[in-house]
């Protein structure tokens, strides 16, 4: 079974600012990890996911994320915001199920 | 076409009427899952195809939920009997199929707003 906890269901941030995006997860099998965008009105989008190899992982738009199992963490990060940013981010598990099990969200504001 | 669609993009329903929801995967992939987004429950899974099997429904939440897909392609979501705690909006996604492996990327359709008066 697999579950996310993602850390603070809302995250401002100013314009040029780090984003930081919190994710830890629980799985009884090797993770497969994915974070997902939605903007308004709009699907899912895949940023970035983690499979196999290397644990720095990098996606479109400029974000990144470092999967680390001793933490069982995989954490968003971006070094500079921009206002086409705001949106909301997923960040979601799969392991021996094919389905994807997804955290709560986190609400991402770019204060300008 | 290019992405998965779904139809209609908003649906207000009364209590008790039946709905059903419709999702066109990518041309070509053979994996299809329902999820549910909503306020309460947030990201839900609710079935997977594989063509046209449903080899886990394990995410439906009640009898009043039933999903087909035909073709290999076009499925369906039909609510029964529908209730306010329903609403939700419903996003279809689909991906490739490779045996042996459980990760091939999702891609997901805009969703359906259903809402139940």
């Known amino acids: 079974a697999q579950s996310v906890t993602q850390l603070g269901s809302h995250v401002s941030v100013s314009e040029g600012a780090l984003v930081l995006l919190r994710c830890n997860y629980s799985s009884s099998v090797p993770p497969y990890l994915f974070w997902y965008v939605q903007y308004p009105n709009q699907g899912l989008q895949l940023l970035l996911k983690?499979?196999?190899?290397?644990?720095l992982v990098k996606g479109i738009n400029g974000f990144e994320a470092e999967f680390k199992k001793s933490e069982t963490s995989f954490h968003l990060t971006k070094p500079s915001a921009h206002m086409s940013d705001a949106a909301e981010y997923f960040c979601?598990?799969?392991?021996?199920?094919?389905?994807?099990?997804f955290g709560s969200g986190t609400q991402l504001t770019v204060l300008p | 076409g290019a992405g998965v669609s779904q139809s209609p993009s908003n649906k207000v329903t009364e209590k008790g009427k039946d709905v059903e929801l419709r999702c066109d995967p990518i041309?070509?992939?053979?994996?299809l899952y329902w999820y549910r987004q909503s306020l309460g429950q947030g990201l839900e899974f609710l079935i997977y195809f594989q063509g046209n099997s449903a080899p886990d429904k394990s995410g439906l939440p009640s009898d009043r939920f039933s999903a087909e897909r035909t073709g290999g392609s076009v499925s369906t979501l039909t609510i029964q009997r529908t209730q306010q705690e329903d609403s939700a909006v419903y996003l279809c996604?689909?991906?490739?199929?490779?045996?042996?492996?459980?990760?091939?990327?999702?891609?997901f359709g805009p969703g359906t707003r259903l809402t139940v008066l």
């Open positions: 996604a689909s991906s490739t199929s490779d045996q042996g492996s459980s990760y091939n990327e999702q891609f």
């Open positions: 979601a598990v799969t392991g021996s199920a094919r389905q994807l099990t």
């Open positions: 983690y499979t196999t190899g290397a644990t």
């Open positions: 041309s070509g992939h053979t994996a």
